[in-house]
Every structure is written in structure tokens, then in C-alpha cells.
């Protein structure tokens, strides 16, 4: 962790050398030599290059490794203008085709005129030998370009905008970036730059913008629209819409109502008229929503292709297995054979692994080429150990390949299908709509899809229903297993799942047998319950690893039992500080080797060496679990082993880690541990409800402890809020012509 150790300051100079830059995130460290002295500066600085003349404003801090630092809050920049200084400016490689010796022999025939030939009479470079018309026109393009991203900088940096904003700006928008923001600040709210709609608003405010202008009004109804993407909404009701925007803009409903009818009119939103409503749409999600809705429909109409007699297969796979199957799971795996598209649902301990272990004998024996998927890697590995097959994410299924202006294009495509006949995805209440509309492009006409999961579990971290949607809609063949086994009816976890979807109390069998517990405790006492439990008290009373196989699974972040709270106790519990552990200091968090750690968003392009078998690649995704293998205290980074990767995070991607002794419910979707420990106390009232409860037990698979206030557990168990999410998916697989 740096300490900051004065005022603002300013320090000018050249820059001498790059020691590092992130082109992702602008991120930057440089030496600055300023007065004879040379300085190390870190910051946002993608566009510097070594041999300018820039001027920094920042604050000097104390690194616990690298000693000081001048941090960067904003910065100037001027072109060289000495003859050494342009000399090595362009010897730095800024410019394509142009390297030190080219540099030197542009620099001895113009001297200090040098970059202004490069940017405005291009073509006398052509007396320099070695130089063609493309090599010119390149170098001076490239120097108009950087200048632009440079304008651009300093136009957001006057508004106390982050460097890494203006280059995707720029990327996004051109050489207009700067005019664009002067004359509508607004744009900074949507995509690419994502910034706060109140930056928009101060900004504006300062150019006298009306509170009622339709630049604002309309940038308001695109902001609550985006904002409630992160509460899993595709769409919005148009009355809500209106409502919210109005309230939040502080202008007469009319007016954002006749905002919204010209955004429509002009393609920017999307309306569906369902029944007597109108559900407003960004164009991503309403096109995400119609193309799957698109797809299940063209497939459910195609014909299924002969499969024999399917209860032959069904007797002849149960006779080679030995195994006799419920009713239930033979109609799921006839209607495997002859659907083009099946929902196979059910809760805990009714048999779903061995309906889909018996649809992959029945499919495999058809001759079909079968692929296996799930959302996570947990997900996949846990997939891929209960079928004996081999399952991957879907992420990795479809081959991430990054895209121009950082958006997500996968190698399977349309354009280039997956060569399966059918498909299966695993854990389907995690899949977002936008993820599970690639999957379905890449996928030829004729390959079926077989959708596995729990409906009654949380739904997808990102936005849309898309499990529910589909079983809403009776479009699709569903087969929802109901029978409780009796050697799963003999778990307590499994018996007290149920009875939590039913709406009743978990059971109290606190027996030495039992593998389901409730132990009451309040207050500061109760955190220190969980972290004993989870330090010493399950280790040594069923020979659990604390990091390995226990997991403690907290409703909320915040809270006294939040994972905000709870990770660093238990850090210090299970991997305090030691002369033998290397740790990094970052913002108000440790890492150190041997923490368990998650991440926090997904990354597509951190590369990672395979462990094993298997080839190296780029991409770690929200909620990948791993444990810090080694840290570089000097380079600030640390190596994690996440399942079969290790993965090195260098300083501009720590804060993309979490510690994850304990992490949220949401985050532990499609993942299961062998003792979970559920923290019930003081619960905020938005998370306190029955799907949140009953996902967090299905994740334990051997013990499962809630630990708290019993009163909370009933607060949940009987607010049956089934996390209402506003989608049109199920309308559209009704009515294609929707």
C-alpha cells in the first residue's frame, strides 16, 4: 500500500524510459528526469512516450517495496523540441517503421523541423533513405492519431475524467472525441466510457445545459436503463421507465415520455408491446432477446432426426449400466433422443446427474457428437467429474478472441460453427442472456441443446432469466425431476433444500450424525463462530482443509458477517502473516502466498500457462477461484493456481482479486464445497429471501452449517420474492412475430 507523504505537487521534465504501460488500462510507470534528478512516476499515462516534455501533478507517496513515487493525478504534455530530445522520441519506436537509425538520419537532415515535416508535409520524408510513401504516410498518421488521443486527455482531464476513459473515447469516437464531450457531456454516460451520470451533469452544468435538454433527457431514460442491467433487467415496462427517469432527471414525465418516443423512432431504444405493456429495451438486449427467442423457435419447428426406438436404447443402456431408471429420468432421456431442444430441472437429490449421464450413454450410442458446458470453471470441472467426460466453461467452449474497441468476439461463431450434434449446458439459471446468444450462434441448425438446472436457484449474475423464461414460455420440451432418492432423503442438507422451496423451516438435528447444523449466536460473537469453525472446529472434527474444503457463503458484502468484514478475520485465522510468505499491500487489501482468492470480473485477455495437459491461453472470469502460489513484491504481482491454470497478475490487474475465504451466495453459483458455512445475522432486507437461502445450502455437499439468528432463517424462508426480473424472453418464443 502506498502512503501519500505531502501536498499536490508538480514535477516537469523528459520522460527517459517506459518501464511499463497497460494499453487495457492506461496504466503507466516511468522515470522522469526533472532538474538532474530521476524520478519514478506511476499513473494513467498510456499516451507518453519516452524523450517528451511533460509536466505532472500528483503526490509523492512511500511504497512499502519501491520506495517513492510521484503518483499522477493529471499531466501536460509537449512535444520535444531540442534536437536530442526529438532524436530520442522517435528512436523509442512511438512511430511505425521508424527506429533509432531512421531516427537519427531524419533528425541529421531536419533538425528541430523534424516532427513538424512528420505531421504536415509527410512526403519529405521521402529523401530519407530507407523511407517509402507508406512508411511516411503511416508515421505521420500515427502522429496525428497519438495527438489526437493526447487533445482528447486533456479535454476529459479538465473535468477530472481518467485517462483510460478518453482513450476508449477515442477509439470509439475519432478526432471528434473532444468537440463531441464540449458539446454534448452526456456521451460520457454510455458506452464506451461508462462514466457516473452526475459527472455528466456537473460538466453540464457548467455549459448552461438546460436541466430539461433532450441531450440530457435522453442520456437519463439510456443511464436507468443501464443501471438496471445490473439488477439482471433486459428491458424495463415503459410506465416504470418514465417514472424512474422523470424522479431521477427532476423534469415533467411528458417530457421524458416524448424523449422516449423519439429514441425509439430513431433506433436507440426498442419497444415491445406485450399484452397491454410496452417493455422498453437497450438495442443489445432487445436483439440478444429476439435472436435466442429466434433460434429455440427455428429449432423446435425443425424436424428430429430418427433415433429408433428410444425405450430400447433406454433397456439396453440400463442392462450394460446395471442401473434401473425413475420414471421421470426415462421420459427426460427419451425426450433427449427425440427433441431438438429439452429443459431437464430439478432441485437437489432427484436424480439429474444420472438422467444426463443416461441421455450422454443414449446420445453416444446414436453415433452424436457430444459437448459438454457450463457457465464457470467450477461448474465445468464439477461437470466433468460427475460424467466422466471431458466439459469446458462456455467462455472456453467458444474461444474468447478479443475484438476491436474492447468488445468480446469469441472464435465460434456464426460464421464459424462448433462441430458438436448436440450440446448441454450445465448450470443454466447462471447463463445471461448476452452469453447464452453466442453460444446459440455458434451452433449449427440442426444441433440440439439440452438446458440443465435447478429453477428454483438464483438466476444469472448478468442480465436476463433465461432458464425461466424458456420453461415459462411451453415452448420448449421441459422434464422437471420431483422425486427426492432415499439415499439423498437420508441428507439432511437435501431434505431441508426442499423444504425451504416449499416455504418451511430447515430441520434442528444437531447430532454428531447430522450434516446439516443450526447454531445460534448474536453479535461479535458470531463472527468469531464462523471463523473458528471454519479454522478449527471443522478441521478437526472431520479432517476438512479450511482452504480446500471449507467455504463460508455470506448473503451480503457489507454487514458485520459480509465478506468485507469476515475475509480479513479469516485471513488472519488460516494464513496470517509469516517472514516466509511474500505479501503485496494494495488499497486496504493483502494478498500474501497461500490466500485464497477469487476473481472479480471477467478478463479476456490475462494469459495463463496450463497446468498439465492442455495449451496455454489468455482469460480468467468473475468467479474463478484459486490460491496465490507465489509474489513479486518488486514487480507487484502474484502468480495464482486456479484449477488447472496459473495465472501471474501483474500490479494494474490485483485489483480484479478478491480475498475469497468468504465470499457472497451470488458469487457461489455453480460451484459446490464439501462444508459450507452460512453467516444468518442482520441480513439487509433486499437479500433477505428464500432463493438466496436455498442456493446457498445446495452448495454444501457433505455438511452444512448456518450460523446466526434462526429468526433470520425464517425472515428468508418466508419471503417467497423469487427475484422478479423484467425480460421478454418468454413472449417472444411465444410469439415469433413479436
Known amino acids: 500500500m502506498s502512503v501519500d507523504r505531502g501536498e499536490m505537487e508538480t514535477l516537469s521534465g523528459t520522460v527517459e524510459h517506459i518501464v511499463f504501460c497497460s494499453q487495457e488500462t492506461g496504466y503507466t510507470v516511468l522515470e522522469l528526469a526533472s532538474e538532474g534528478v530521476l524520478y519514478t512516476a506511476v499513473g494513467e499515462m498510456s499516451d507518453i512516450c519516452e524523450g517528451e516534455e511533460v509536466t505532472l501533478h500528483g503526490r509523492f507517496t512511500a511504497h512499502p517495496s519501491f520506495g517513492e513515487q510521484f503518483r499522477v493525478e493529471a499531466y501536460e504534455v509537449s512535444l520535444p523540441e531540442t534536437v536530442g530530445a526529438i532524436r530520442r522520441y522517435l528512436a523509442s519506436g512511438v512511430l511505425p517503421y521508424i527506429g533509432k537509425a531512421l531516427a537519427g538520419r531524419i533528425v541529421d537532415r531536419f533538425g528541430a523541423d523534424s516532427l513538424e515535416v512528420i505531421a504536415s508535409e509527410p512526403m519529405r520524408l521521402l529523401q530519407i533513405k530507407g523511407i517509402t510513401e507508406e512508411k511516411a504516410l503511416a ?44 458539446h454534448n457531456p452526456y456521451v460520457l454516460c454510455g458506452y464506451p466510457a461508462y462514466q457516473d451520470f452526475r459527472v455528466a451533469d456537473a460538466i453540464a452544468a457548467g455549459m448552461s445545459l438546460e436541466y430539461n435538454a433532450p441531450e440530457r433527457v435522453n442520456a437519463g431514460l439510456l443511464y436507468v436503463l443501464q443501471h438496471n442491467l445490473n439488477n439482471g433487467h433486459t428491458c424495463l415496462p415503459a410506465d416504470k421507465l418514465c417514472a424512474a427517469a422523470a424522479g431521477f432527471l427532476r423534469v415533467e414525465p411528458e417530457t421524458v415520455e ?38 429455440l423457435r427455428e429449432l423446435m419447428a425443425r424436424p428430429a432426426p430418427e433415433q429408433g426406438d428410444a425405450d430400447q436404447v433406454i433397456r439396453c443402456i440400463e442392462t450394460q449400466q446395471g442401473i434401473r431408471y425413475a420414471p421421470l429420468q426415462r421420459r427426460a432421456i427419451a425426450a433427449a ?28 450410442q446414436q453415433g452424436c457428437r457430444v459437448a459438454l458446458a457450463a457457465p464457470t470453471g467450477r461448474a465445468a470441472k464439477r461437470l466433468a467429474e460427475l460424467t466422466g467426460r471431458k466439459a469446458k466453461t462456455i467462455h472456453r ?65 448478468g442480465a436476463g432469466s433465461v432458464l425461466s423464461g424458456v420453461i415459462a414460455s411451453g415452448l420448449v420440451a421441459t422434464v422437471r425431476l420431483t422425486k427426492i432418492f432415499r439415499q439423498a432423503a437420508e441428507s439432511m442438507i437435501v431434505s431441508n433444500a426442499h423444504r425451504i422451496v416449499e416455504g418451511q423451516m430447515p430441520e434442528k438435528n444437531n447430532g454428531p450424525d447430522s450434516d446439516f447444523f443450526m447454531l445460534e449466536s448474536d453479535g461479535p460473537a458470531c463472527a468469531r463462530l464462523v471463523c473458528d469453525l471454519a479454522a478449527r472446529r471443522l478441521p478437526q472434527s472431520y479432517g476438512f482443509d479450511p482452504i480446500e474444503d471449507i467455504q463460508v457463503l455470506c448473503p451480503s458484502k457489507i454487514g458485520p458477517l459480509g465478506t468485507a468484514a469476515l475475509n480479513p478475520m479469516l485471513q488472519q485465522r488460516l494464513n496470517p502473516p509469516s517472514p516466509d510468505k511474500p505479501e503485496l499491500h494494495f488499497g486496504a487489501k493483502v494478498l500474501r502466498v497461500g490466500d485464497k482468492v477469487m ?57 480484479e482479486l478478491e480475498p475469497a475465504y468468504a465470499v457472497t451466495i451470488h458469487k457461489s453459483q455453480g460451484s459446490e464445497f464439501p462444508a459450507v458455512i452460512i453467516p444468518l445475522m442482520d441480513v439487509p432486507p433486499r437479500l433477505c429471501y428464500r432463493n438466496l437461502l436455498y442456493t446457498g445450502v445446495t452448495r454444501a455437499k457433505n455438511l452444512c452449517i448456518l450460523a446466526g439468528h434462526s429468526r433470520e432463517a425464517a425472515q428468508m424462508v418466508n419471503n417467497v420474492r423469487s427475484n422478479k426480473r423484467f425480460s421478454c424472453l418468454a413472449a417472444f418464443l411465444q410469439d415469433g412475430a413479436l
Open 139 to 182: 508515421a505521420s498518421n500515427e502522429f496525428k492519431r497519438l495527438f489526437g488521443v493526447r487533445e482528447a486527455i486533456q479535454c476529459m482531464a479538465k473535468y477530472g475524467l481518467p485517462a483510460s476513459a478518453a482513450v476508449a473515447l477515442y477509439r470509439h469516437y475519432g478526432p471528434e472525441t473532444a468537440e463531441l464531450v464540449q
Open 258 to 295: 416524448e424523449a422516449l418516443a423519439d429514441l425509439c423512432a430513431r433506433e436507440e431504444l426498442y419497444r415491445a408491446e406485450i399484452g397491454p405493456r410496452g417493455f422498453i429495451f437497450l438495442p443489445e438486449y432487445w436483439r440478444a432477446e429476439r435472436h435466442v427467442a429466434a433460434h
Open 337 to 364: 433422443l427425440c427433441e431438438n431442444a429439452l429443459v431437464l430441472t430439478g432441485g437437489p437429490g432427484t436424480g439429474k446427474t444420472t438422467a444426463v449421464n443416461g441421455m450422454l450413454a443414449a446420445l453416444e
Open 397 to 461: 467452449l467458444l474461444e474468447v478472441n478479443r475484438g476491436a474497441a474492447d468488445t468480446v468476439r469469441f472464435v465460434h461463431n456464426e460464421k464459424n460453427k462448433l462441430k458438436c450434434d448436440v450440446i448441454v449446458v450445465d448450470e443454466m439459471s447462471m447463463v445471461d442472456v448476452l452469453l447464452f446468444e453466442s453460444l446459440l450462434a455458434a451452433l449449427r441448425p440442426s444441433c440440439k441443446i439440452i438446458m440443465v438446472g435447478d429453477e428454483d436457484q438464483l438466476p444469472s449474475v
Open 599 to 655: 476473481q472479480m470480473k471477467n478478463n479476456y485477455d490475462i494469459p495463463f500457462t496450463r497446468i498439465g495437459e492442455g495449451e496455454d491461453g489468455a482469460g480468467a472470469f468473475n468467479g474463478d477461484m484459486g490460491v496465490v502460489e507465489s509474489v513479486d513484491v518488486r514487480a507487484g504481482a502474484v502468480t495464482v493456481r486456479s484449477e488447472d491454470r496459473r495465472i501471474v497478475y501483474a500490479s494494474e490487474n490485483l485489483r
